[in-house]
């Protein structure tokens, strides 16, 4: 049954937004349905926050009991315009280098200097979307549990292994440990049609993300065994970062689906 949302209980949902006590409290605050409804399904919601209308709209996320919110409430918790006001404190993953590397692995993220977290959480959505292993986030990136991230994964972060505070070199140091060849996105590399029609996406493939304003400077690029261009036939100078991880992703993904006939 639900419960008015106590004075306490408002001020912990609301010290989440601030990135320090989510390090320090173990949890964060997703908000959406869908976000709401990865994070029951997969058992990381510890508290459902929603207004009445809201629990009526979605009631197999709030079967277990919620704690109701007034719009005003919601406009506190809220960094959206138009929120959906349903809610969720959850626990953050625990996710470690073991629960991505397996003999199974076949496609893996790698984030370097993400400072975007509508990019990062878009990229987090791609990966998941495209079948990826899991994604490595170097300490140099945005938290993975600001809201806007959590926002843009609209939920992939509950069942995709997303690794966070990771030494890029090491990570990439790994993924060659493990048998992958890792590529990145530049404008002046190879064409990614051409790679994909030689077979040189088919195998084990780790992708480096670079920073959405500078992209990846020359010491990143050289720790790639492949550096590929995505071609575009319009006028547009550019792709943004989560439009090019999407194109590369999916044409990996292919790739290597193709090859095992799946």
Known sequence: MPGEITVAGLKLARRLLNHKFRSTAGEFLVEGPQAVREAVRYNAARRVLATAEAADRHPDLVDGGYERLTMEQVRRLSETMTSQAIFAICRTPSWSSGDVWSDRSRLVVICAQIR??????????????????????????????????????????????VVSGVDLEEAVQAAHDAGFRVMAADGGGDD???????????????????????????????LADGVVRIPMWGHAESLNLGSAAAVCLYATASAQHARVGV
């Open 116 to 161: 975007d977290p509508g990019n990062l959480g878009t990229v987090i959505r791609c990966a998941d979307a495209f079948g990826a292993d899991g994604v490595f986030v170097s300490r140099d990136s945005v938290d993975v549990t600001n809201p806007k991230v959590v926002r843009a994964s609209v939920g992939s972060l509950f069942h995709l292994p």
């Open 192 to 222: 990614l049609n051409a790679l994909a029609a030689s077979g040189g996406l088919q195998g084990k493939t780790a992708w480096i993300m670079g920073n959405e304003a500078w992209g990846l400077p020359d010491s990143q690029l050289a």
